[in-house]
Nanobody, 120 residues
């Protein structure tokens, strides 16, 4: 069984910063891509940033220059450093990981989500 547990959400004023963490645990052979998504009230879930096992990064245009994704492969953890936060960044943030449970068994796993609220 694989679990992803997020932490680091909260309430922050516009212009402030937060760092989210997501740790994977359980029966893990290898972690491939990791990513952060978010879902605001009444909107579809959207990709925020992704990072491959080799460190290649892709960001949504809305967060370029403000958010930084990183990972610690030794800790099976992905981070999202969020700077210059805006009220429109308010959402539930989810991490997602593409995980090899064995050398031949693979699946996508999601965390439970962490709320980020940015006040104006």
């Amino acid at each position: 069984q694989v679990q992803l547990v997020e932490s680091g959400g909260g309430l922050v004023q516009a212009g402030g910063s937060l760092t989210l963490s997501c740790a994977a645990s359980g029966s893990i052979f290898s972690i491939l891509d990791m990513a952060w998504y978010r879902q605001a009230p009444g909107k579809q879930r959207e990709m925020v940033a992704t990072i491959t096992s080799g460190g290649s990064i892709s960001n949504a245009d809305s967060v370029k220059g403000r958010f930084t994704i990183s990972r610690d492969n030794a800790k099976n953890t992905v981070y999202l450093q969020m700077n210059s936060l805006k009220p429109e960044d308010t959402a539930v943030y989810y991490c997602k990981a593409d995980i090899l449970v064995t050398s031949y068994s693979r699946g996508y796993y999601w965390g439970q989500g962490t709320q980020v609220t940015v006040s104006s």
